[in-house]
Nanobody, 115 residues
Framework: QVQLVESGGGYVQPGGSLRLSCAAS????????MNWYRQAPGKQRQLVAS???????TYADSVKGRFTISGDNAKNTVYLQMNRLKPEDTAVYYC?????????WGQGTQVTVSS
C-alpha cells in the first residue's frame, strides 16, 4: 500500500522557520491530493494546507501568508514551509494522501513553538 514518511518536525522559537517533508512510496499512482493537518491536545484536527496533482493550493486562514505547500513529483514528496511561527502553531502535524476512495495518513511529527 501507499506509505507516507514525514520528517522535519522539531522545537523552534517564535518567529522561526521549519520545513516539513512527506515522502510517499508504494502504489502512488492514484494519489490526487496531498494534505497537511495539525492537531493540538484538546483541539479539533485542522486542515492546514492542500495541493492537488495539478498544483492548486489551499490554505487555512490562520496560516495564509506564512506557510507554503509545494510538491516535487520526481521525488514523490510534498513539503510544508512554515515561516514566522507562532506558539499557537504548536501541534502534531500529519500528512495525508487522498486516493480514489481511500486516505493514507503519515505517522505525525511534533512541532513545538516556544520561547
Amino acid at each position: 500500500q501507499v506509505q507516507l514518511v514525514e520528517s522535519g518536525g522539531g522545537y523552534v522559537q517564535p518567529g522561526g522557520s521549519l520545513r516539513l517533508s512527506c515522502a510517499a512510496s508504494g502504489s502512488i499512482g492514484s494519489i490526487y491530493v496531498m494534505n497537511w493537518y495539525r492537531q493540538a491536545p484538546g483541539k479539533q484536527r485542522q486542515l492546514v494546507a492542500s495541493i492537488t496533482s495539478g498544483g492548486t493550493t489551499t490554505y487555512a486562514d490562520s496560516v495564509k501568508g506564512r506557510f507554503t505547500i509545494s510538491g516535487d513529483n520526481a521525488k514523490n514528496t510534498v513539503y510544508l514551509q512554515m515561516n514566522r511561527l507562532k506558539p499557537e502553531d504548536t501541534a502534531v502535524y500529519y500528512c495525508k494522501a487522498q486516493l480514489v476512495g481511500f486516505n493514507v495518513w503519515g505517522q505525525g511529527t511534533q512541532v513545538t513553538v516556544s520561547s
